[in-house]
Structure formats: C-alpha cells, structure tokens
C-alpha cells in the first residue's frame, strides 16, 4: 500500500442556493482545481462521485460521468459513483484512497453533491423516507427526525441526558459555523432558543436537526511521494475503519450504544497506529444533536450514557478534552449528503494549513479524524488524518 | 427578435400517486416470496418467519435465513400484543401519501425479543409513555393491500 496524501480541495457555499445540481458541480470543481498548482483536469486519471439520491433529488443517474464532463476530467483508471446516504462523500474518499495506496490511480479526485431543496419540499422528504428499511420501517414514517428522536428519547430515559445537554450541542456547532464562511448557518444560538425552536419529531427540535442543504465539494489525492509537486502542505491519510451491524430497526446492535462505531474507530485507530490522545480534531457526524453526545461516548472520550455531562463540562470545545466539530459540524454548515464528508475533509486539510479563521482555529493539530454515520447508525466510517 | 418559432406544451396537472412511492410492500406472490405474510395479516395474524435449522427468529420475514442460509422456514404467530420501547410523533415533514394524516405516532414495539417499528393509532404524543401495552392493528389500502399498526 502507498501513502496517500490530499494535496487540495475546493467547494461550494451550502444552503439553500440558487443554483442546480450541474452549477453546484462547476463551483466546486473550479474551486478544487484553483486550489492546487500545477494540476490540469487531464491529470486527474480517477473520479469517484459521492452522490446519495441524484435519481430523486434531480431525477439524474449514470452521475459519475456527467462530473468528469463538467470539470473536465477524463478518466482512464477508476470513475465511479457511491453512495452509502449520509456517508456516500466518505465512501468516495475511501475508494480514492484505496486507487490511489494500491497503485492502481495516480491522481484521484474524489468528489461529493447534493442538491436537496426541491420545488416541492414534501418530494424532498419523502426521498428521505425510503433510507431506512422502506417496506418495514420507511412506511412507518420512519426518516431520520424520528428515528433519531426516539433514539435521543431511549438515551434521556436510560442515562438522564436532559433537553438542555442537547441543546448545547447545537449552541457549540453553531458557534463554530458563525465562524465558517462555506456554513449554511452563520449564527450563534442560545440554549433558549434551541428549546424555543419547532418541534420536528419529539423530544427533537429544529436547531436539534441538521439542515437540508445544497453543496458539492472535492479534494484531490496523490501518492505521498508526489505530493510537494502540488503543495507545501500536504494532509496525509493515515488509516480508516468502517463497521456495520445490521440494517432494520429489529436488528440494530442497540439503540443507545453505538457498537459498530466502536469497531470502526478500533479498526481506524490500529491502521492508523494512533490513539485517542493523539487526536486533536473530530469531525463528527452531527446530523442530530444526541447523534454527537453519543459520539463522545463511542469514541471514549467519556463513559456510556455521560455524553450529556461531557457537552455541559465544555470537553468538547477548543481547548477542551477534544475539539468536536470546529468546522462548525452538521448541525452549523448543513448536510449535503454526498459532500458532507467531503467538506469536513477540506476544513480539517485547512486547519493543518492554519486556513480558518482564528476563533475556531485548533493550534498546532497534528492529528484528526472524520466521522459519518449513515441510515439508521447502523453504519459508521472514520477516516484518519495528519498534517 | 429572432424568426424562431414560439409554441406551448401542456405537462399532466397531477398524476397518480406512484405504486413505489407510497411506501407500502407489493403483497401477493407474483411480486415477492413473503406474500404469506400479508395473507396471514389478512386473518389477524402478525406472524415472521422462523429458520426451521437454526431455529433463529427473523424479522423481517426472509425466503433465506441469513444465519444460516437455509431455505426452511416456517411461519410462526407472533401473538398481538405489544410494549412500547421507544416513541416519536411526526409533526413536519412528511413524505407525500403521509402529509394528511400528520401528526401521528411511530413508535418501535417490543413483542418477545424483537423490536418492531410502528405507527402508533388511537393516541396522541402526550398520551403514551414507555411500557404501555399496544394492541395489533390491521390497515387495509383501498387496492386491497393491507399492512400493521399498533394501537393504544
């Protein structure tokens, strides 16, 4: 296996654009190419695609190829697009990676978009509807507002996490997008007013939710050997793990213990030859506020069922046990699917380059990871990152 | 202006909804090897299929058992009562099919050692609480499918 390194990247501002699926693509190739030198499309020999509903959002398949034309790629090793839902930009990532470590690709682009806000919003959700198991738990209602919020419902009931503790997820992230000019949301919010705020799907509320969003992003991957051609200040991959348990509401691991996120990061920490000490910046999938709390947990930054008291102490700030989603997180910058990870991927790439502004600026990280989760948590995959 | 020629299309106002996207399974034998299923729901009876190897329980109902591959199974009751784990309410965003009937309950309903998702009828959020004993429910589509709830 080579090492691997991510040499640039560029992406769109999320939100709710004015802009399609194909503008959104343009955007964000043109400001991935800009961003490393002496790399012309011609040289980019893979593509993968992270792109979760194209076919319902846009009515578009076969996407891959569509990208390759607009950014003007022709690939002539690996095009491909994946989708694994809320963690299809992380698949993309880790099919670069692995075209590029086993020889196979020189130069991979992996790329992530979505374009989720649609003429009629009912369409939207009903996309979002068919993630879960569509015959046995999709046509209950089950998309992820109230999945997660019976989730969150089991969590308060069996370790006294409160409203508050969650609500203070929010308050972080939004803290940290305030300060995040690709952010959907560039905007502090207090505790009151995550508590104030619509309830989607009890006992989760608007600022408790991840937004819908439109966005695209991409990076650029070499051989690590080749990698001061383009930069100065290269990211390298330094391992990876991806676990899943089950798929059905029926047949999870658990509701409020997130098994397969302990493998992944077991599997992620081992290939990466690190441990959690010596992580500076988590990237977290923060699609619901209690998605993060029980993240620490996973991750073993606390003790199962004291996710709630570890956002309280104030752990999970800069300067705290370890800096969650400095970016701003889900919850701040909004969740195009298929560029999520994309884009956490890119701001940690500038964090080691000391791009982002000083506020939610982690000093001198070496070391940080990015998580996804997808469909009912039931799935989890961790990339390793080192300046 | 140019001499292109200007004409007008129509688009259909509305259509039906489509078979895939109310959510609901396609039942009978011709569209899946499950369909015994819904016509034991049909009688009242919640039933899953059970590996006749193995003796795993699985649910969903499966043509195969995935622990041990086997193509025996049987189709076992799972009886009509129910407990309520865990418990939710759709208040917004509802796919299209489910918009008029919003708000309404989901919950996930232990019966035995399975957890088994679920809308939730006859009640209200406020209403429910962890623990409480639920009731089958059978729900009939207008094009004779039929699918479970459970009810307080």
Known sequence: ?387 | MSNAEFDKVKRPESIKLPLMLDFYPLEDTKTTGISQFFKNLKEGRLTTTKCKKCSRLLWPPRIVCSNCLSNELEWVDLGADGELYAFTEMRIGAPLGFVEDVPFCIGIVKIGDLLISSRIDNTKYDQLKIGDKLQLKIVELEDGRVFFRFAK
Request: aromatic letters at 8%.
């Open chain 1, 1 to 387: 296996m080579r090492k691997v390194a991510i040499v640039g990247g560029g992406a769109t501002k999320c939100g709710k654009r004015e802009a399609s699926w194909r503008d959104l693509v343009q955007e964000a190739g043109k400001a991935m190419f800009q961003s490393v030198s002496n790399l012309s499309p011609k040289d980019v020999d893979s593509l993968i695609v992270g792109a979760a509903q194209p076919e319902r959002f846009v009515f578009q398949a076969h996407v891959a190829p569509m990208v390759a034309e607009y950014l003007g790629i022709t690939p002539r090793k690996v095009l491909a697009r994946t989708e694994l839902m809320c963690a299809s930009g992380q698949v993309a990532i880790r099919y670069a990676w692995a075209c590029v470590a086993s020889g196979l690709s020189d130069t991979a682009v992996a790329f992530g978009v979505e374009k989720m806000f649609m003429p009629d919003m009912a369409e939207a959700q009903t996309n979002m509807t068919c993630v879960l198991d569509r015959e046995w738990d999709g046509v209950n209602g089950l998309s992820a507002p109230p999945f997660f919020a019976m989730t969150a419902q089991r969590h308060m009931y069996e370790f006294g996490t409160t409203r508050d503790q969650m609500a203070q997820v929010s308050v972080k992230n939004h803290h940290y997008s305030s300060m995040n000019p690709l952010a959907q949301f560039q905007k502090e919010f207090t505790v009151e007013d995550v508590l104030k705020s619509l309830v989607i799907s009890p006992p989760l509320q608007l600022l408790d939710c991840s937004g819908i969003t439109d966005g695209a992003a991409g990076v650029v991957m070499v051989p690590a050997e080749e990698a001061m051609k383009y930069t100065d200040t290269p990211m390298y991959i330094r391992g990876s793990g991806q676990a899943s348990i089950g798929n059905a509401v029926n047949n999870l691991a658990s509701l409020t213990e997130w098994v397969p996120l302990k493998l992944a990061a077991e599997e992620a920490f081992r290939t990466a030859n690190i441990g959690l000490k010596d992580i500076d910046i988590a990237e977290l999938h923060d699609c619901f506020t209690i998605s993060e709390i029980m993240e620490y947990e996973a991750l073993g930054w606390c003790e199962k069922g004291k996710g709630g008291k570890f956002i309280e102490e104030g752990q999970p700030y800069i300067g705290g046990k370890i800096a969650v989603n400095p970016r701003g997180g889900l919850l701040g910058c909004g969740h195009p699917l298929g560029a999520t990870a994309i884009l956490q991927t890119l701001d940690i790439l500038q964090q080691f380059r000391g791009e982002v502004p000083k506020g939610r600026l982690v000093e001198g990280a070496e070391v940080a990871i990015a998580h996804n989760l997808s469909g009912p948590a039931n799935v989890h995959s961790i990339m390793v990152y080192s300046r």
